[in-house]
């Protein structure tokens, strides 16, 4: 077993001389032990740390329009930023790897503020099945992937369909944003989450209008 991990720790170094990994936020390279994203941009891209206040902004906004008990996010996001980069890294760029990545990385935080307590199972918000098809994997489905994994929580991405394509949120109006998505989820699978306490997972929460479409199909 240890002379397999030495192998593959020099094939890794072989193939490093000539595709050297690079940090996803700033482009710059990565050194030993550093995967995606380097230590200088971990520690720049700013934190909510929401696990800690849960009377958060997040929370005072979404409780209002639907019943729930906690609202987190991992990042604070702001355009041009470095959280910017990553998430347009894994929507547009083909890196799932980046969704698992920091799925595992708020999931170690949620485990030892002990949510994992109060979940029963994981959701992510579902894309428009030609949408998947073309990007070839769901952004959301790959962060909770990640948070399942370090959570040790089941998953199911069969209980929520999203039945309408819909336009990109991006320049909506709040307004507009909440018609968009009114009507295009359904639970097909009820039964599933009958009487289970819901994580509901999406990569980017702006007016929180799509997240509140998913939350009311499954609370009907």
């Given at each position: 077993?240890?002379?397999?991990?030495?192998?593959?720790?020099?094939?890794?170094?072989?193939?490093?001389?000539?595709?050297?990994?690079?940090?996803?936020?700033?482009?710059?390279?990565?050194?030993?032990?550093?995967?995606?994203?380097?230590?200088?941009?971990?520690?720049?891209?700013?934190?909510?740390?929401?696990?800690?206040?849960?009377?958060?902004?997040?929370?005072?906004?979404?409780?209002?329009?639907?019943?729930i008990c906690y609202a987190l996010a991992l990042f604070h996001?702001?355009?041009?930023?470095?959280?910017?980069?990553?998430?347009?890294?894994?929507?547009?760029?083909?890196?799932?790897?980046?969704?698992?990545?920091?799925?595992?990385?708020?999931?170690s935080q949620l485990v030892s503020a002990k949510f994992t307590?109060?979940?029963?199972?994981?959701?992510?918000?579902?894309?428009?099945?030609?949408?998947?098809?073309?990007?070839?994997?769901?952004?959301?489905?790959?962060?909770?992937?990640?948070?399942?994994?370090?959570?040790?929580?089941?998953?199911?991405?069969?209980?929520?369909?999203?039945?309408?394509?819909?336009?990109?949120?991006?320049?909506?109006?709040?307004?507009?944003?909440?018609?968009?998505?009114?009507?295009?989820?359904?639970?097909?699978?009820?039964?599933?989450?009958?009487?289970?306490?819901?994580?509901?997972?999406?990569?980017?929460?702006?007016?929180?209008?799509?997240?509140?479409?998913?939350?009311?199909?499954?609370?009907?």
């Open positions: 077993m240890a002379m397999k991990s030495i192998v593959l720790e020099l094939w890794e170094d072989f193939l490093a001389l000539f595709y050297p990994p690079y940090c996803r936020a700033c482009l710059g390279s990565l050194v030993k032990g550093e995967h995606l994203i380097c230590t200088a941009c971990m520690l720049e891209m700013p934190q909510t740390h929401y696990h800690q206040n849960l009377n958060n902004p997040f929370y005072e906004r979404l409780s209002l329009r639907f019943p996001f702001s355009k041009k930023g470095k959280v910017q980069r990553v998430l347009h890294a894994l929507k547009y760029k083909n890196q799932p790897e980046l969704g698992v990545y920091l799925g595992k990385l708020y999931g307590k109060s979940v029963d199972l994981i959701i992510p918000v579902p894309l428009f099945a030609a949408r998947q098809r073309t990007r070839g994997y769901n952004q959301s489905s790959q962060f909770a992937l990640g948070l399942a994994e370090k959570m040790n929580l089941p998953i199911d991405e069969s209980v929520l369909e999203r039945v309408t394509a819909t336009q990109t949120q991006t320049r909506k109006s709040k307004l507009h944003r909440w018609t968009n998505v009114a009507a295009v989820f359904h639970v097909k699978k009820p039964q599933a989450i009958h009487k289970k306490h819901i994580l509901l997972v999406d990569d980017v929460i702006t007016t929180g209008s799509t997240i509140e479409a998913c939350a009311q199909a499954l609370l009907q």
